[in-house]
């Protein structure tokens, strides 16, 4: 046995039954070790796919995503999708090839300092000399991503690491690195408070029915960041919607008028806490995000089995509140949000993966979550292009149908992974929302600069011939009418719907 076969042994050892990659020179090896497993390898026409793929996976699904690319061309086409998975704390395995060793450090065809280059966009990167090294930095890495998940890690395999036969393996004895010692004063916080709040974010995920639980038993009010929606459903009255930047009435009241706000697996950015209050609990794995005067270094089970909770009564305070936000425009033939409406009427049940732009912000406001990972976006970064491979990937992860809204601009980023779709027949229903210019760009242009719109006007393809020329099904409506009448349908992807929109701004956050 080769080091390669044993990386895929691990790799089947540990559950994973699915990556996402393209083979090349360099990483040949262990292309031939997977060949002979039962592990299902993805096919992506891009590396940058393949990476935002395992991104998808993971976010619909909880289970870790692996991506595998060859040297340099290959690996660094991982770069836009590590980073977009590194600021939001997805955790990827990803498997580069490289050359031999005694090319490091040269200007060897196809040889860079990738783990060099990858350190600022994963939470680590290695690069094993030996054999052993190798095992051992895999098995420690899959431990990591499950037990402490806070975004990419990344090993680079030379092609005569991959394909020794001298190694050895063994038990790694895991040591964790949380501090639980602010528990006590965060105790003493809690048991003052009148108005306690939950903010909770995706690395609270894992505790849904816990948190649940809690919440109903002793009336606690729940707010959430992006990533957190649908931990509590947001069709229950304690789930208060999201703060921060696009937050509802009810959960700005309520931040603002808590004494005491219990943040679980929150990253704490700027759309959600602009000021960091002082009577913040704030609970995360990563030490390095950790905020305010109560920070607890752990996961957010260990804090729950440590913390008591009382039973309050200010929910009646905060229902004097109202909820709604307006979104207007989705009566009118045919605004973006007016097509997002139609469409979350009829799928907002299913898993709805969105991209980056203006459809974001519509999608994001009319979505009401049930159930965590139900929302999928690119949050911190943003990069445009990933919406098509992240829907991929969760379809691979959860097998059910998925929904994509696709702006015209971001869609062509990453248009190439259509082959991707049809290949694998996935249950993929992709709206390509089509207004013909980079919408929010033009916005800004306009608002923030007094500019006439400048480089954003698109000439688009034919999407439904293009559609076809995948041997996909493909479909344009440019009424209101005619999609409600589409979305009658049962619709099986893979399938294109092109949805030809009206210009439209955004409510810009205040």
Request: glycine share 8%; aromatic share 8%.
């Amino acid at each position: 046995m080769n080091v390669s076969e044993k990386i895929v042994e691990i790799l089947a050892e540990e559950g994973i039954c699915d990556v996402f990659g393209i083979p090349g020179e360099q990483i040949i090896p262990l292309y031939k070790a997977l060949s002979c497993s039962d592990i299902h390898h993805v096919l992506t026409r891009h590396e940058q796919a393949a990476a935002h793929a395992a991104d998808g996976y993971y976010r619909s699904t909880g289970k870790i995503g692996v991506c595998i690319s060859t040297a340099s061309p290959g690996a660094l086409n991982f770069t836009m999708a590590l980073a977009t998975a590194y600021k939001d704390n997805i955790p990827i395995l990803v498997l580069t090839g490289d050359n031999e060793l005694k090319y490091r450090g040269s200007d060897y065809f196809q040889t860079t300092p990738q783990v060099e280059i990858f350190k600022n966009i994963t939470r680590d990167s290695y690069n094993p000399l030996n054999g052993t090294e190798a095992v051992y930095v895999l098995r420690a890495s899959i431990f990591a991503l499950k037990n402490n998940p806070k975004g990419p890690i990344h090993i680079n395999l030379s092609k005569d690491v991959l394909q020794s036969t001298d190694f050895e393996d063994f038990d790694l004895c895991y040591l964790c690195e949380d501090d639980l010692s602010n528990i006590s004063k965060a105790q003493e916080l809690i048991d003052k408070s009148n108005k306690p709040l939950f903010i909770l974010g995706a690395g609270a995920r894992s505790q849904t029915e816990n948190i649940r639980r809690i919440a109903q038993k002793y009336c606690i009010p729940v707010t959430t960041t992006f990533h957190g929606k649908g931990i509590v459903s947001e069709r229950d009255d304690l789930n208060l919607g999201m703060v921060g930047t696009r937050g509802t009435p009810r959960a700005k009241y309520a931040f603002e008028n808590s004494d005491c706000i219990i943040a679980l697996g929150i990253k704490a950015s700027e759309r959600t806490l602009p000021e960091i209050p002082d009577n913040l609990i704030h609970v995360n794995i990563n030490k390095d995000i950790l905020i305010g005067d109560y920070p607890i270094h752990g996961k957010v089970e260990d804090f729950l089995l440590n913390i008591n909770f009382s039973k309050v009564n200010w929910l009646d305070e905060i229902f004097e509140i109202g909820n709604e936000i307006i979104v207007g425009g989705i009566d009118q033939d045919l605004k973006p949000q007016a097509a997002i409406y139609e469409i979350l009427n009829r799928f907002g049940d299913n898993i709805i993966v969105s991209d980056a732009g203006s459809h974001t912000t519509w999608t994001t406001l009319l979505k009401k979550s049930t159930k965590p990972g139900q929302l999928l976006f690119s949050g911190g970064l943003a990069p445009m292009g990933y919406g098509l491979p992240a829907a991929i990937g969760a379809s691979i992860a959860s097998g059910e149908k998925i929904i994509l809204i696709n702006g015209d601009g971001d869609f062509q980023m990453n248009i190439q992974e259509l082959a991707t779709l049809k290949e694998n027949n996935l249950d993929v229903i992709v709206f390509i929302l089509n207004n013909s210019e980079f919408g929010i760009i033009r916005q800004w242009e306009e608002s923030l600069y007094g500019m006439n719109p400048y480089q954003v006007n698109l000439q688009n393809p034919d999407f439904v011939k293009l559609a076809a020329s995948y041997g996909i099904d493909g479909v344009r409506v440019d009424n209101l009418d005619d999609l409600r009448l589409l979305l009658e349908n049962n619709l099986v992807g893979p399938i294109i719907v092109e949805v030809v929109v009206d210009s439209e701004d955004v409510p810009l956050p205040k």
